[in-house]
C-alpha cells in the first residue's frame, strides 16, 4: 500500500482515539455503577474498541517510512497497549477470571473473532535486532565450541563385525538386483503396448463419419460432465461446505505473496530513513552551532549581566547565581517569565523531545496516587466501592492525549507534497536542536557568568570596604556535603563485580542454563473462538476456555507488558506466570512463543536440568546471583521452570533424584524483590498441578492460566491448518467436520503427531492421484490414550482452589443467593 493510505490509517485512528478519551472523560463524572454484568459490558466494550485501535496504529507502526512520524506514533502505541492492559485488569478484578468471553458484545459491534484479534507489535524484535542476532551469535559460537571440546576427546573408530558388514552389501545388492529386473520388465511391458497399437492401426475399417461422430458424443460428454462437476464445485466452495484448493498454496505471483514483498521492502526502506535521520540529527545540530551559537551566547551574557544590573539596584547587592542542579540561569528566567525561559524551538521534535522527562516526572506521582487508591482493593475490584464500580483513573491516558495533541498540532494538516519519499523534515529537526544547542551553551555560559558575577562581587566589596564572604562559600559547602552524605538503601551484594557480561553469558550457556528455543510464534498455537462464553455463563455454567482464550491471555501476560520498557514500567505488573494443561496442549511452546515474540533470553531453571550444577548452599546462590544479573543486565528475560509443581510437592517420590524442593525458599524471595524496572517473567509449566501445596504455588506464581482440552470447532481449524502445512491439500474426499467430531478428547499434541504419521513424503506424493480421507487418520488417533474428562475434572478443582478459582466461586455464589 501506498504513504497515504497508512497516513488515511492514522488518522482514523487518530479519530478513534480522541472518541474513546471523550467517552473515558465523560465515564469519570458518572455515577458509580451498581449491576456488576453492565460494569463488565461497559469495560469490555472499551476494551474492544481499543483493540481495534491498536490494530491499526501497530500496522501503521510497523509500514510508515517516516522517521519522525514513527517517534509520535510509538508513543501512541505503547500508551494504548498500556491501556488496554490496563482494562484487562479491571475486567479480571470484575469477574475474578482471567478469560472473558465477548460473544454478545460482538454480536452488537457486528464484528468477527478475527477483528479483535491482539496483534504482537512487531517492533519488539525489529528494533532489537542487532542485539538479538549478536546474543544468538554468542550463543551459537559457545555452544559450539563447548560441543567441539566435549567431542575432541570422544573419537574412535566404528567398528563392525563380520556379520554385519555382510549383511549391509547383501542388501544393498539385492536392491540393486530389483532395479535392474524391474526396470526390464518395464520394458517388456511397453514392447507389448506398441505392437497391439500397431495391429490394431492395421486392421481399423470404421468408416471416417461415424468415427468421428462417436469421437464428438464421447468429448461432448466429457466436456459437460466437467463444467457440472466445476459448477457444483464453485456453488459448494461459495456457501462455505468445500474448501477452496486454489488458495491452499501460495505461489510467488500471487496477491498474497506481492503484499508481503511489499511490506518487507517498506521494512528496508524504513531502516535506510532512520539512518539518514540519525545522521541528520548530528549534522543539522553542529551546523545550529556554527551559524547561531555566538549570537545566542552573545544574547544569553547580555540578559545575564541585565539581570545583575536590575537585581543591584533593586537590592544593593548583586545575586546569587543558581547552581547547576536547581537549573543555573535557565531558574532565572523561569522565575521571571512564569513558565518561559528556553522558548526558542518549543514546536515540533523540541515538544516531542521534552516529553521523556516531563512524562518520567509524572510517572512517579502517577504511581504513589495508584497505590493510594488501589489500597482498598481487597479482592472486590480495584475500581469497586461501596455504592458500586468505578473504573481506576489511568495511567496511560494523558501520555496517549500528548501525543494525540503533537498528531493534531504537527502532523494531521501539514503539507508533504514536497515529500514524497517520506523522509525526516529539516524544519522539525532544526526546531529540536536548537533547543539543546541552547541548552548546551547556557552551560557554558553558566561558567563564565559564575567567574563575571564573582569579579563583580570582589569589587563591590573592595569599593565598600569589605571582605569576600566566606561565611557563604562554606555554608554552601556544606549543603552540598550533606546532599552527598546520606544513607542508601541497601543493595544485594555482587557475587561477580571483576567479571563481564560476556563471560557470565558464556557460562549460562555453558552449564545448560541459558538455552536456545525454536522460533515459533504466538499465532501459531491455533485454536478457533468460543461462541457460546457469554451464553453458557448466563445459564449459570462455566465455560472451558477455548484455545483461543489461552492464546489472547498469554499475550496479554507474558508479551504485551515485557515488550515496552515504558509499558512494563506503569502497566499492572506480572511477574510470575504458570501454564497448566494436559500433556500435549502446547506448554513449552507457549513459552517459546513468548521468548520469540520478545527476542527474549531463555534461561531454564527446571530441576531436572540445573540437577548437579553449583552443588551446595553457596552454588544454589552463585547459580541465582548469575541468572538474576545477566537476566537484568540483557532484558527481556524468560526464567522457565518445568513440571512447576515438583518444586512445592507434598511428598518428593523416592525415584526422584532431581532435588524438586532446591528452589521452594529462594523463589519467593526473587520474585518478590522484582521490580517494575525489570523485564523479567517466571512461566512454570505443569502436568500435575494438584499434587503440590495450593497454597505455596500461588504465592509464587501471580498468574495462572489453564488449558483445556481443544473443542470441535478447535480440532476442525487444527486439522486444516496443519494438514496445508505438512503438504497436503484439502480434498471433498476429507470430511474434517466427522474427523473432528470423533478426535474429542484428543490435544493438538496428538493431532500434529497424526498428521504427521499420514503425510509421509511418499504420501503427498500420492496426493494428486488418491486424495486424502478422514479414514487414514483414524489409525494413528487409536494408538494414543485421549485425554478423559475426569483428568479434565482434576484440572478445574485444581483451578478452584487457587486464589482466583475461589474469589470466582464467591462472586458465583453470591450471584445466585
Known amino acids: 500500500m501506498s504513504h497515504s493510505t497508512y497516513n488515511i490509517q492514522w488518522n482514523e485512528a487518530q479519530n478513534h482515539i480522541k472518541e474513546l478519551l471523550e467517552y473515558e472523560a465523560g465515564t469519570d463524572t458518572q455515577k458509580p455503577e451498581t449491576d456488576r454484568v453492565s460494569a463488565f459490558q461497559t469495560a469490555a466494550v472499551i476494551y474492544i474498541k481499543y483493540i481495534q485501535v491498536f490494530r491499526k496504529l501497530e500496522e501503521c507502526y510497523y509500514q510508515i517510512v517516516h522517521p519522525q512520524k514513527r517517534i509520535v506514533l510509538k508513543h501512541v502505541l505503547d500508551g494504548t497497549m498500556g491501556r488496554l492492559l490496563e ?102 511391458r511397453a514392447q507389448e503396448e506398441r505392437e497391439k497399437m500397431l495391429s490394431l492401426q492395421g486392421a481399423s475399417t470404421m468408416d471416417p463419419d461415424v468415427a468421428s461422430t462417436i469421437i464428438q458424443k464421447v468429448w461432448k460428454g466429457y466436456s459437460q460432465r466437467n463444467k457440472t462437476l466445476k459448477l457444483r464445485e464453485e456453488e459448494l466452495i461459495f456457501i462455505g461446505m468445500q474448501p477452496n484448493t486454489d488458495t491452499q498454496v501460495h505461489h510467488k505471483d500471487s496477491p498474497v505473496s506481492k503484499v508481503n514483498k511489499r511490506e518487507e521492502e517498506r521494512v528496508l526502506i524504513q531502516a535506510q530513513h532512520e539512518r ?14 556554527e551559524a547561531e551559537g555566538p549570537d545566542i551566547k ?58 521523556g522527562k516531563k512524562k518520567k516526572g509524572e510517572k512517579k506521582e502517577k504511581k504513589k496516587k495508584g497505590k493510594k487508591k488501589g489500597g482498598k482493593d481487597k479482592g472486590a475490584g480495584g475500581g469497586e466501592d461501596d455504592d458500586g464500580f468505578k473504573m481506576v483513573p489511568s495511567m496511560f491516558i494523558p501520555g496517549i492525549e500528548e501525543a494525540s495533541m503533537t498528531y493534531e498540532e504537527i502532523w494531521k494538516q501539514r503539507d508533504e507534497t514536497e515529500n514524497f519519499q517520506q523522509k525526516y523534515d529539516a524544519e522539525l529537526i532544526k526546531e529540536l536542536k536548537r533547543g539543546e544547542v541552547e541548552s548546551e551553551i547556557r552551560v557554558q555560559v553558566d561558567d563564565l557568568m559564575r567567574q563575571e558575577l564573582k569579579n563583580l562581587k570582589a569589587a563591590l566589596q573592595k569599593d565598600m570596604g569589605k571582605k569576600g564572604g566566606k561565611g557563604s562559600a562554606k555554608k554552601k559547602g556544606g549543603k552540598k556535603k550533606d546532599k552527598k552524605g546520606g544513607k542508601k538503601g541497601k543493595k544485594d551484594k555482587d557475587l561477580t563485580p571483576d567479571r563481564t557480561i560476556e563471560s557470565l553469558y558464556e557460562e549460562l550457556v555453558k552449564e545448560g542454563i541459558l538455552v536456545q528455543y525454536p522460533k515459533v510464534k504466538i499465532a501459531d498455537y491455533m485454536g478457533e473462538y468460543s461462541y457460546l462464553g457469554t451464553t453458557l455463563r448466563q445459564a449459570n455454567i462455566e465455560p472451558m476456555p477455548s484455545l483461543s482464550d489461552v492464546r489472547r491471555v498469554v499475550t496479554e501476560y507474558g508479551i504485551l507488558p515485557m515488550g515496552s520498557q515504558t509499558v512494563h514500567e506503569t502497566a499492572p505488573h506480572v511477574k510470575s506466570l504458570m501454564i497448566a494443561g494436559p500433556h500435549g496442549t502446547g506448554k513449552r511452546m507457549l513459552v517459546n512463543a513468548i521468548c520469540s515474540e520478545l527476542g527474549a533470553n531463555l534461561i531454564d531453571l527446571t530441576a531436572e536440568n540445573i540437577c548437579g550444577r553449583y552443588p551446595g548452599k553457596a552454588g544454589l546462590t552463585m547459580l541465582l546471583h ?27 517420590a523416592k525415584n526422584d533424584m532431581s532435588d524438586p524442593k532446591r528452589l521452594k525458599k529462594e523463589l519467593p524471595k526473587i520474585i518478590k524483590k522484582m521490580t517494575a524496572e525489570d523485564r523479567i517473567l517466571f512461566v512454570g509449566t505443569s502436568l500435575t498441578p494438584w499434587d503440590s501445596d495450593v497454597k505455596s504455588l500461588c504465592q509464587c506464581y501471580q498468574k495462572v492460566v489453564l488449558i483445556p482440552r481443544p473443542d470441535y470447532a478447535s480440532r476442525f481449524l487444527l486439522f486444516k491448518e496443519l494438514i496445508l502445512r505438512n503438504g497436503g491439500r484439502l480434498a471433498p474426499t476429507l470430511d474434517l467436520s466427522s474427523l473432528a467430531k470423533i478426535s474429542d478428547g484428543y490435544t493438538p499434541g496428538h493431532i500434529i503427531t497424526a498428521v504427521k504419521h499420514v503425510l509421509t513424503e511418499r504420501r503427498v506424493q500420492q496426493l494428486h492421484r488418491k486424495p486424502l480421507t478422514a479414514m487414514e487418520f483414524v489409525t494413528p488417533l487409536a494408538r494414543i490414550d485421549p485425554i478423559y474428562k475426569e483428568e479434565e475434572e482434576q484440572f478445574k478443582a485444581f483451578y478452584d482452589k487457587t486464589t482466583m478459582g475461589k474469589k470466582r466461586q464467591l462472586l458465583l455464589k453470591g450471584d445466585e443467593e
Open 298 to 355: 552573545e544574547n544569553m551574557q547580555d540578559q545575564i549581566r541585565q539581570w545583575f544590573i536590575e537585581t543591584r539596584d533593586a537590592t544593593g547587592k548583586f545575586p546569587d547565581y543558581p547552581s547547576d542542579d536547581e537549573g543555573g540561569s535557565g531558574a532565572i528566567f523561569k522565575t521571571k517569565n512564569g513558565e518561559g525561559g528556553e522558548e526558542g524551538g518549543e514546536e515540533g521534535g523540541k515538544k516531542k523531545g521534552k516529553k
Open 626 to 652: 548469575l541468572v538474576m544479573k545477566v537476566g537484568k543486565l540483557l532484558q527481556p528475560t524468560v526464567i522457565y521452570i518445568g513440571n512447576a509443581e515438583k518444586t512445592f510437592v507434598k511428598k518428593v
Open 87 to 188: 482494562l484487562k485488569n479491571e475486567m479480571v478484578n470484575l469477574e475474578f477470571s482471567e478469560y472473558h468471553f465477548f460473544d454478545d458484545v460482538l454480536s452488537d459491534m457486528k464484528l468477527t473473532p478475527a477483528d479483535i484479534e491482539i496483534p504482537v507489535p512487531r517492533y519488539f524484535t525489529q528494533d532489537n535486532e542487532k542485539d538479538i542476532k549478536d546474543r544468538m551469535k554468542l550463543m551459537a559460537e559457545t555452544l559450539a565450541k563447548y560441543r567441539l571440546d566435549e567431542t575432541s576427546d570422544k573419537k574412535e573408530e566404528i567398528k563392525m563385525s563380520l556379520e554385519e558388514a555382510i549383511k549391509i552389501i547383501q542388501v544393498h545388492e539385492r536392491a540393486r538386483q530389483g532395479c535392474l529386473r524391474a526396470k526390464f520388465m518395464r520394458e517388456i
Open 276 to 289: 539518514e535521520y540519525q545522521d541528520a540529527l548530528v549534522n543539522i545540530k553542529e551546523k545550529i552551532r
